[in-house]
């Protein structure tokens, strides 16, 4: 599964982004879909995760203001991210777990930067 990620940028505190995470490939079925974010002298950190049947769980710095949402016609996740802080300014990674060949496997995405700042 190959998985990319779209959607970062700049955004002036207070603002929004929303960011897309389209997986591709054949003979794979998604279970989870999440996104993580880094930054910079940080370790990785769970945002959110979504499982097959929609329940949502959300790290605690974001609850609140970060939706994440899947559609799986298009095997795509979304990070709708509101109310955005200085703080929230990392690269963001999108991760899916899969079943494939009868086994369950993980795939990340390339990473797309977020920056919050005026």
């Known amino acids: 599964v190959q998985l990319q990620a779209s959607g970062g940028g700049l955004v002036q505190p207070g603002g929004s982004l929303r960011l897309s995470c389209a997986a591709s490939?054949?003979?794979?079925?998604?279970?989870?879909m999440a996104w993580f974010r880094q930054a910079p002298g940080m370790q990785r950190e769970l945002v959110a995760d979504i499982s097959s049947g929609g329940s949502t769980d959300y790290g605690d710095s974001v609850k609140g203001r970060f939706t994440i949402s899947r559609d799986n016609a298009k095997n795509t996740a979304y990070l709708q991210m509101n109310s955005m802080k200085p703080e929230d300014t990392a690269v963001y990674y999108c991760?899916?777990?899969?079943?494939?060949?009868?086994?369950?496997?993980?795939?990340w995405g390339q990473g797309t930067l977020v920056t919050v700042s005026s």
């Open positions: 991760n899916v777990g899969y079943f494939s060949a009868g086994a369950y496997r993980t795939s």
């Open positions: 490939g054949s003979g794979f079925r998604i279970n989870s």
